[in-house]
Nanobody, 120 residues
Framework: QVQLVESGGGLVQAGGSLRLSCAASGSILSINAMGWYRQAPGKQRDLVATITSAGSTNYVDSVKGRFTISRDNAKNTVYLQMNSLKPEDTAVYYC??????????????WGQGTQVTVSS
């Protein structure tokens, strides 16, 4: 079994910062891409940022220059540093990872979600 456990969400004022963490555990051979998505109330889940196993990153335009995704491969952990937060960043943030669990099987996994609320 593989689990993704997120932490670091909370309530912050506009202009503030938060750091999200997501640790993968279980029967893991390797982890390919990891990423963060978010879902605001009444809206679909959208991509925020991704990072490959080699460290290449990709961001949605609305967070470029404010958010930074990083990973620690030794700890099977991905981070999202969020600076200059805006009320429109308020959402449930979900961790995602493409994980090889055997030589024949690679699956997509999701964390349970962590709430980020930015007050104006």
């Amino acid at each position: 079994q593989v689990q993704l456990v997120e932490s670091g969400g909370g309530l912050v004022q506009a202009g503030g910062s938060l750091r999200l963490s997501c640790a993968a555990s279980g029967s893991i051979l390797s982890i390919n891409a990891m990423g963060w998505y978010r879902q605001a109330p009444g809206k679909q889940r959208d991509l925020v940022a991704t990072i490959t196993s080699a460290g290449s990153t990709n961001y949605v335009d609305s967070v470029k220059g404010r958010f930074t995704i990083s990973r620690d491969n030794a700890k099977n952990t991905v981070y999202l540093q969020m600076n200059s937060l805006k009320p429109e960043d308020t959402a449930v943030y979900y961790c995602n990872a493409l994980i090889r669990i055997s030589y024949l099987s690679t699956n997509n996994y999701w964390g349970q979600g962590t709430q980020v609320t930015v007050s104006s």
